[in-house]
């Protein structure tokens, strides 16, 4: 089969389209036909060299495809040949063909594409793992979220509002602010606005805080909590440590905490999948949540893919199509 590897570290130029032997699958896995895979800012990490997979997982990089069953292990059950499917694996996904563990994997609803729902399982499982069962979201609940336009961004903005809770997100630009508020955000142009005086002349305060920059927000995010809020970073796209006045937090009885997703125990893992395959893809099916694909690739095209991600001009997710 036709996969994307990364025979040295470097920029998007080392992805090399390889033919390479098709997976075997396990006696708990299925073997799927990948008709696409989403681009994550953990990707470059692996292309880089600073981020590898998990022992066991496969060389080549992609952390969530979708696809159709090709065939199930002896001890698979509730799936057949021929399911569509999205899932969140720990790496393989640039590929035509994936072994997946049968526990990672969710239905894709009738009325999303099976290409677009490539972008579904990480952004998914992520907001799940860490704004509602670190963090605490729930319905009412103010949410604020930091790249309000990127992929976790978007869907952040989708489940939130579908359940009741008010959005703030900060963003670069004008293009930006006005697609997170046609998914139902408050936009912030955090390049023109200070984002601590916009949340509390508007609400006081927010609850949960999903960040992506981490760096010198991390006291800004503190001011901008509510008693009782909790902040959520997933990223430190900054590069930079962060420091925050302890009194401040303590205070206000708030807590931050910072996770990963991709290296956790595959139990871990697959708790999170069933809660997303139970909570958010029937606000897929529902029409209530819509997947928001800003550019698909051909696979053969994945250093072009991974140029954009870098580049930050996009909004929603950014995909390779087998």
């Not at 073997?31 to 989403?38: D, F, P, Y």
């Not at 199930?72 to 021929?82: N, P, R, S, Y």
């Not at 509390?200 to 001011?223: K, P, S, T, W």
């Not at 125990?265 to 893809?281: G, K, N, S």
Request: charged content about 20%; some cysteine.
């Amino acid at each position: 089969m036709r996969a994307i590897t990364i025979p040295q570290f470097g920029g998007p130029e080392v992805l090399t389209l390889s033919d390479i032997p098709e997976p075997s699958p396990g006696r708990n896995d299925v073997l799927v036909e990948v008709a696409a895979a989403g681009i994550n800012r953990a990707d470059i990490g692996q292309r880089q060299g600073t981020y590898p997979p998990p022992p066991g997982a496969p060389d080549w990089p992609g952390m969530e495809l979708s696809g159709t069953i090709l065939a199930i292990g002896d001890d698979v059950t509730g799936w057949h040949a021929g399911d569509r499917i999205c899932a969140l694996i720990p790496g393989g996904a640039y590929a035509e063909r994936a072994a997946v563990d049968a526990r990672l994997l969710m239905p894709v609803p009738a009325n999303v594409d099976l290409v677009d729902a490539a972008g579904i399982p990480e952004a998914a499982a992520t907001v799940w793992a860490n704004a509602v069962m670190a963090a605490g979201l729930v319905a009412g609940r103010t949410l604020l979220v930091h790249g309000g336009s990127s992929g976790i961004g978007s869907l952040a903005i989708q489940y939130a509002t579908a359940i009741g809770s008010r959005v703030f997100v900060t963003a670069g630009s004008a293009d930006k602010v006005a697609f997170c508020e046609s998914l139902g955000a408050i936009g912030i142009n955090y390049r023109e606005q200070d984002f601590v005086e916009v949340i509390r002349d508007a609400v006081g305060g927010v609850d949960v805080i999903l960040d992506i920059v981490g760096g010198d927000y991390l006291q800004r995010n503190v001011e901008s909590l509510n008693t009782g809020g909790a902040i959520a970073i997933i990223a430190n796209q900054s590069g930079k440590p962060g420091t925050f006045e302890i009194g401040s937090l303590m205070q206000k009885r708030g807590r931050i905490g910072a996770t990963t997703l991709r290296a956790r125990p595959i139990a871990e893992r697959a708790e999170i999948i069933a809660a997303v395959d139970q909570e958010m893809m029937p606000l897929f099916a529902d029409g209530l949540m819509h997947t928001v694909t800003d550019t698909v690739f051909p696979l053969a095209e994945a250093a072009d893919a991974h140029r954009l991600m870098e580049s930050s001009r996009h909004m929603g997710k950014i995909l390779l199509k087998m």
